[in-house]
Each structure stands twice: as C-alpha cells, then as structure tokens.
C-alpha cells in the first residue's frame, strides 16, 4: 500500500462545466502522475509533477491542468469537461526501486 | 506511433500449466520494462520490472524476460493459478522522468 487515495472515486458531470480531481499521498514522494485508462489504449500519460509547483505535459494532455502546491497532494482539472474525457483516471507515485510506480485507486469520470 | 505494444488481447490458459505474456517495444532508450496486473475497478498492481541491462528477472511465480535485439519481452507465470486472471500490462519506463508508457493490455484468464 503506498498511501495513494483519490477523490471522488466516481463523478458523473455535464458536457462544458469544470471538475477537480484530487490525488492524495502520505509518503512524501516527489514525483506524482496522472493518467487516463481507455478501452484499448492501456494507461495514457496526461500530466506529472517532479515537485511543488513544478510540473510538465504527457502525450494526452490537450484540454488538462494540473497544480501541485504542496507534496501530498496533485490536482486535475478539466477546464471545460468534454464527452471525450469519459475516462478512469489514475494517480501514481514514483518509486524509489526499479523504474515502478504505484497507482491508486482510480476515479472513474462520466461526462454526459 | 505506439512505442509499446502488447499484440495479444487475450489468452486462456488451464489451471497449473505456464501463462507467457508478450510485448514489443520501439525504443531503445528506455531504462526498465515492467509488467503490472489490473482487476476491474482496482488500480494497477506492480508484478515485476527488468532493467535494460538484463536479460531474465525472477519473483517466484513471476519470471521476466527481455530480447533487446529483438526489442521483445515476455512474462512467464508458473504454475497458473486462476487468481492469476486478470488484465496484464506491460509498461517501460523513461529514466529521466519516470514515465511510464504502457501497451494496451492482455486479459488473462486461467481455467480451474
């Protein structure tokens, strides 16, 4: 267990209205990452963060934020929620051994 | 241009017998592959990872093997076990930043 919560774990919301997810640690890691889960495209890197208020883009992350103001926790915001990011999304933290990374438990996210 | 690809959707194997599991990759810079196993509603569970440097990694059931000449690695799962059942993704890892970039999945599913 690597101390990752997420929040809200479900949320469904409507098509242009803004949402925040929140990814939650309590072992100081430094280096934190979001990703999407889809069908047939495994786990997408949207955005990472490798401190406090440094943070830098992945392959999918067109109509993303994110903020990290302090160590344990990382934002994701959605500026202006799209059909198109119906998703499960995934923080992790980096380890400290093999290149690993530890996940959380997913917030699965329905834009109507 | 996917870097990662596992070209398998599925496999179904008899309870006890040996579970292999492949990936390609494109790009070799990448520091350490990594296997992990996802049930539904769960995060992603790190299995076991190889550095680029090796050729064969071993954690009890759980054997990694990586072919850099042919850009291909595989995991062995020995004997399986039908808790074993699962979505299997492989994962490589860019030393730098930690990213992470997956293939699309395998499910697996072992018969009693």
């Known amino acids: 267990d690597a101390g990752i919560t997420q929040s809200p774990r479900h949320k469904v919301t409507e098509t242009g209205t803004p949402v925040t997810l929140r990814c939650h640690q309590t072992e100081n890691h430094r280096y934190m990452y979001w990703y999407r889960q889809d069908p047939g495209h495994g786990l997408r890197l949207i955005h990472y963060s490798y401190g406090v208020k440094d943070t830098d883009k992945g392959e999918v992350s067109d109509g993303y934020s994110v903020s990290r103001s302090k160590t344990e926790d990382f934002l994701l915001t959605l500026e202006s929620a799209t059909s198109s990011q119906t998703s499960v999304y995934f923080c992790?933290?980096?380890?400290?051994?093999?290149?690993?990374?530890?996940f959380g438990p997913g917030t699965r996210l329905t834009v109507t | 241009d996917q870097q990662v690809k596992q070209n398998s959707p599925s496999l179904s194997v008899q309870e006890g017998r040996i579970s292999i599991l492949n990936c390609d990759y494109t790009?070799?810079?990448?520091?350490?592959f990594l296997w992990y196993k996802k049930y539904p509603a769960e995060g992603p569970t790190f299995l076991i990872s190889i550095s680029s440097i090796k050729d064969k990694n071993e954690d009890g059931r759980f054997t990694v093997f990586l072919n850099k000449s042919a850009k291909h690695l595989s995991l062995h799962i020995v004997p399986s076990q039908p808790g074993d059942s699962a979505v299997y993704f492989c994962a490589a890892s860019d030393g730098n930043t930690g990213k992470l970039i997956f293939g699309q999945g395998t499910t697996l599913q072992v018969k009693p």
């Open positions: 992790a933290i980096r380890g400290t051994g093999s290149g690993e990374q530890y």
């Open positions: 790009n070799s810079m990448f520091d350490y």
